[in-house]
């Protein structure tokens, strides 16, 4: 495989099955009772000159305080597909909420990529509302802040590059400097969403998650991942429980656990 080109992963590492529609959506009826189970996940981008870690997960003081199902710390799952936290030289956190940026002592060497906006928020003022604050942790923020502090952090402001072939780009939306992570594969151009799309019906339908800091920047997000994606099946939703069932897994073992992302999903 060229310098350029990657194997990519998902890596599930919590779950919450005892979720239901109306939990995920916007707007939506409160009648709306049906089982809508939401998956939590690592991605591990890599080929023969690099790993790059996305995103970090919680652990399980996270988990308990929040009431979700932990299957297995994000260093347990990585270390599943032969990724050892402590060598990562990078890793691209795509939103700081409380799923996406804890258990950062786990990458002792690792500089962060982030987006300056993401930052700027969650350590300003409308960190004030306690509505806002809820889905950060200011442990995590915390831990960043120390990382701005010791050069570890590689800030982008909207599109940026982390290697050739792997590039984030802010869309907004669901948190205020949310990107997702465009990465070439041997089937063209992946698209790592993270939450700027949760569930495949959320781009699908164009409903967007019921955590959204700004419905227009979700919805224009939506498009965007369309056009940087070889197509609508190089998308990949950060919360969807059919990723899992649409990519085949890294091994006999790995089922249900590490996905191939690089491989063509099942349609
Ligand atoms: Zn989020
Ligand atoms: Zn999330």
Redesign the pocket.
Known sequence: MSDDRYEVFAIRYGTVAARTRRENFMGLDPHETAPMPIDYYVWVVRNAARTIVVDTGFDHVEAKARGRELLRLPREGLGMVGVDPATIADVIVT?L?YD?AGTLDDFPQARFHLQETEMAYVTGACMCHTALQH?YSVEHVCQMVRRVYSGRVVFHDGDGAVAPGVTVHMLGG??KGIQCVRVETARGPVVLAS?TAHFYENMEAGKPFI?THDVEQTLRGYQRLRTLAASPAHIVPGHDPLVMARYPALDDRSAGIAARLDMAPRA
């Open positions: 939103h909420h996406h889905p669901h948190s939450d955590i």
